[in-house]
């Protein structure tokens, strides 16, 4: 053991490079899983440990002779157990630095003996906060003591070990056994695991109150340049979100990438927590598209929808009054590319649906539930097929994009500005749109929202037709749609007859004169061009009826 006395007069001064031998122990745990491996080392070893109520209460029952914390403050636990180790009999026992002469000094005037190890962890604030629990009952469960325990053994980790999880108490009690210790690297792990656990439990806290204490309107001014700041408040200043590790992934994008999928610990139900019934592990490419089907699905609820994705992007999109039915037309948009897609349903797939899916290669089907003779049928006939199940419909709200040094956060996109309602479009050329019309070009535009910028989508019934997505410039988009349409049908013309949406104003008159001359019947599109009447003047040559929204779908 490489446990070094200092020359210093105090012969208890230790310089605490090398292994430190554990014989002093705090133990405070509000859950007691994995006392029992603690408890043999603490047994074997004579360790002396110090513990909280009902944590000295388990340590005894094991076998443990354990000091009540009340026995060392010379206080009792106080206001229902929120005032505990707050006393310093414990933190200075916890903080002492024992390489520092003058410490170890004040300690032995103090009559206080130093820890060599904290054991902790917290009260469940998370799963209080999901249990549906009301205010009161939460707010009791935001640790004090706890993450000061923490905390204090994490910054003085040249002295003391520092456990928060229970998955290290086997090293521990491995240590306390063999009498070795831990070593100063190893110590500042522990430090650094510890620091990430109560920086994740605040930041859970954070996230709650952000959401259940608002700015009241009393705290709001006339000033004028907080007026002008209003739209700012709604971000909040310091962006702080816990993610956990839920499971390593065989690889990210490619397979020289790491990947992880990690949990947002304050949300239930969604596609990150989706239920795999049936089929291989995900991946992190099958999370990115079925994320991007299953939030297109739901922008049509409460519709039937049916979304085939592939890359991030849509190969078709329809509603039907069935799932069945929503499906055949949102395959039959783009048939090459649905092989080895994903397919979301806003609504529980039937046995219909699920004979639909059967003949089409696809990596991944998710909806909110399942006919228990359908998920049969998928289960035997597709075995490779990923089927998720999730709880609930998406509930993003903000949108987080790391860029080098820092991150860029947005709300997230909607349909839900002033611009989507039809009722608030203007009518630039042609014709008022008929119901029949009206309802494509809804569609259209509802559909827009999930396809990759520069986006051109056509639409008939209810149903994408051709869509021209991710080019670098409107033109090219405006062409593949159209080719799209009229090559991946059995040489059928899809263009002609159909509506056409653009997710931005057109720059020039060429993109609309690219869709009128392959026989768009109705074009919806943002507006706002410096040669809006340009393109406006193309479409009324051609007696093409077109609205603009005002708003705009980017999605990059």
């Known amino acids: 053991m490489q446990q070094t006395q200092s020359k210093e007069s105090n012969a208890n001064v230790l310089i605490t490079t090398g292994e430190k031998q554990i014989r002093r122990v705090l133990v405070s745990v509000f859950h007691k899983e994995g006392l029992e491996i603690l408890a043999e080392a603490f047994r074997k070893a004579d360790t002396e440990v110090v513990s909280t109520g009902s944590t000295a209460a388990k340590l005894a029952e094991l076998g443990v002779h354990v000091t009540e914390v009340s026995d060392v403050t010379g206080f009792p636990e106080s206001l229902d157990g929120r005032v505990k180790t707050l006393d310093p009999h414990i933190h200075a026992g916890i903080l002492a630095d024992m390489s520092n002469a003058d410490h170890v000094k004040q300690l032995e005037k103090l009559n206080i003996k130093p820890f060599d190890a904290v054991v902790v962890n917290l009260y469940p604030f998370v799963d209080t906060v999901m249990s549906g629990a009301d205010s009161d009952a939460i707010i009791e469960k935001i640790d004090i003591g706890g993450p000061s325990m923490i905390r204090a053994a994490a910054k003085n980790h040249k002295s003391v070990a520092v456990i928060t999880d229970p998955a290290d108490y086997q090293l521990l009690a491995n240590r306390i056994v063999s009498g070795e210790g831990f070593n100063l690297q190893e110590r500042e792990y522990l430090a650094g695991k510890a620091f990430a656990h109560t920086a994740a439990y605040d930041a859970s806290i954070s996230e709650w109150t952000s959401k259940a204490w608002q700015k009241p309107e009393s705290l709001n001014t006339n000033d004028e340049e907080d007026n002008q700041n209003a739209e700012a408040v709604k971000l909040p200043a310091n962006y702080t979100r816990t993610w956990s590790l839920e499971h390593t992934l065989r690889y990210g994008e490619n397979p020289h990438q790491q990947a992880g999928l990690y949990l947002d610990p304050l949300h239930k139900g969604g596609l990150a927590q989706a239920e795999l019934l049936g089929g291989k592990p995900m991946s992190y490419n099958n999370y990115v598209d079925a994320d991007a089907a299953w939030r297109a699905v739901w922008d049509f609820a409460p519709q039937i929808a049916v979304a085939v994705c592939k890359h991030n992007n849509p190969c078709g999109l329809a509603i039907g009054a069935t799932a069945v039915e ?8 783009d048939p090459v590319s649905a092989y080895g897609g994903v397919i979301a349903a806003n609504t529980t797939v039937t046995l219909e649906m699920a004979e639909s899916v059967r003949p089409i290669f696809t990596e991944v089907i998710v909806a909110p539930d399942y006919e228990p003779e359908a998920l049969e049928l998928l289960r035997t006939k597709k075995k490779n097929l990923r089927i998720l199940k999730v709880a609930t419909p998406p509930v993003l709200d903000l949108q987080v994009h790391p860029i080098d040094g820092g991150a860029l956060v947005q709300s997230a996109d909607k349909i839900d500005a002033v611009g989507d309602n039809p009722e608030n479009w203007t009518l630039v050329s042609g014709d008022p749109a008929d119901a029949d019309t009206l309802r494509d070009l809804q569609f259209a535009w509802r559909s827009l929202r999930c396809v990759k910028s520069n986006a051109i989508l056509l639409a008939h019934d209810n149903a994408t037709v051709g869509i021209g997505m991710g080019q670098v410039n409107r033109v090219d988009s405006c062409h593949l749609a159209v080719e799209r349409a ?71």
């Open 326 to 333: 929503a499906h055949k037309k949102a395959h039959a948009c």
């Open 486 to 556: 009229n090559t991946l049908a059995d040489g059928a013309e899809r263009a002609r007859g159909a509506v056409a949406a653009s997710d931005a104003f057109f720059p020039f008159a060429d993109g609309p004169q690219i869709l009128i001359e392959a026989g768009v019947r109705a074009i919806v599109q943002p507006g706002g061009s410096i040669r809006d009447e340009e393109v406006f003047e193309a479409a009324r040559k051609a007696g093409v009826t077109m609205y603009t929204t005002g708003t705009r779908h980017f999605f990059h």
